[in-house]
């Protein structure tokens, strides 16, 4: 079985090392799929991981990973597979948000942020760019993070969170299954738990 990762917004293929090689451990081969939001637009982004998805699927039953900003990614480019490529077996999101996002929503206005993120930046604030890219017919596992400060003074009072997305953000009714795991956002490639998560998905349908 074959699992490509991407990664989050500002980070790298390197963040999701602990998840790959806990994945090589149980047997699966791993890739990982490098963007950078700072010198590409989204839909470069896209067009790029749609070609990658395609040259896996020619080697056989694959999963796909994203974390953040990369399942986003991910369920843009299964959307955009040419016809007759081989679907992946299962795809789960890692405090993916599938509505806009409200941290982006909330320092869109800011340079530094407008600077560094630029279209994917804008793309996450969109509610109209994040309700085009829509459900994927593919069997879906979302995991949350809930270990977010919910007080007053954060910035989802009130409400289970990890930090960065909220838990409304990122679950999805047609997704097979919303796991909730008390990990921060930034955490969840490098979590045990959550590695075993996927492990066990896997596993267990045998996709």
Known sequence: ???????????????????????????????????SVSFEDFLRIRDRLVAAISRLAVHGDYVLVGHSLGGVLLRAAINALPVGT???????????????????????????FRLVTRDCGRLLASPSRMAEIGAVVVPTICIAGISGFTG????????????IVSLSEVAVDWA????????????????????????????????
């Open 86 to 112: 081989r679907l992946p077996g299962q795809l789960f999101l890692l405090g993916s948000p599938v509505r806009p996002s409200r941290l982006a929503q909330r320092f869109g206005t800011n340079f530094l």
């Open 1 to 35: 079985m074959q699992v490509l990762f991407v990664h989050g917004m500002g980070r790298s293929s390197l963040s999701g090392g602990v998840l790959l090689w806990k994945l090589r451990r149980a047997g699966l081969t791993t890739r990982a799929f490098g963007y």
């Open 176 to 207: 097979v299954e919303n796991v909730h795991v008390p990990v921060f956002h930034t955490l969840m490639p490098s979590s045990p738990r959550v590695a075993e998560l996927v492990i066990q998905r896997i596993r267990r349908t045998g996709a």
């Open 152 to 163: 007053a003074r954060s910035y989802f009072p009130g409400e289970l969170n990890d930090g």
